[in-house]
């Protein structure tokens, strides 16, 4: 297994049409090295959360789960999560999150250059505003996770 310090997490709802960032305070996540891609995400966030993640584990509903690693400027990687459990700490909660890995680094670079495409853009047009999205990772990382949900409904999502 391999393990690696959370940056960011973003997570988007079947029943929502916007990503929501979710502020850590702390947080890992581990490769399980696994045939089946599996992760585990720890995450240390603010009490205000603890309900909505206690809804999701009574539901055991699936929902998609946006993560950056090592750094923030990394490329993102978006896995299908449950979560399986929320647990109190002096100060604020601690959420243990499965996840299948859907998206890579070279997937979400595709993600971008299909969007960017499927907008109208051709030419050097297509290069400029690929880089553009790249280094404003917001847009991108918005779409290229609105594109994850669409694609991977169908498989994981009942």
């Known amino acids: 297994m391999k393990t690696f310090k959370l940056c960011s997490l973003i997570i988007l709802l079947d029943n929502e049409t ?10 890992l996540i581990i490769n399980k090295e ?4 599996n992760w585990l995400l720890e995450v240390v966030v603010s009490e205000k959360w603890e309900e909505s993640f206690k809804q999701l584990h009574n539901l055991q509903q699936k929902f998609m789960v946006e993560a950056t690693i090592t750094k923030k400027t990394n490329d993102p990687a978006t896995f299908v999560s449950t979560v399986k459990s929320v647990n109190k700490l002096n100060e604020n909660i601690s959420i243990l999150l499965d996840g299948f ?5 070279d997937d979400f670079s595709d993600m ?10 051709t030419g050097e047009e297509i290069i400029a505003e690929f880089k553009k999205r ?4 917001g847009r991108a990382i918005q779409g290229a996770l609105n594109n994850a949900f669409v694609q991977v409904k169908g498989k994981f999502f009942e």
């Open 34 to 37: 696994e045939v089946h891609k």
């Open 18 to 27: 916007e990503p929501k960032e979710i502020p850590l305070i702390d947080g």
């Open 101 to 105: 890995l859907v998206v890579k680094e």
């Open 112 to 121: 971008i250059l299909r969007s960017i495409i499927k907008e109208g853009y």
């Open 134 to 137: 790249k280094k404003d990772r």
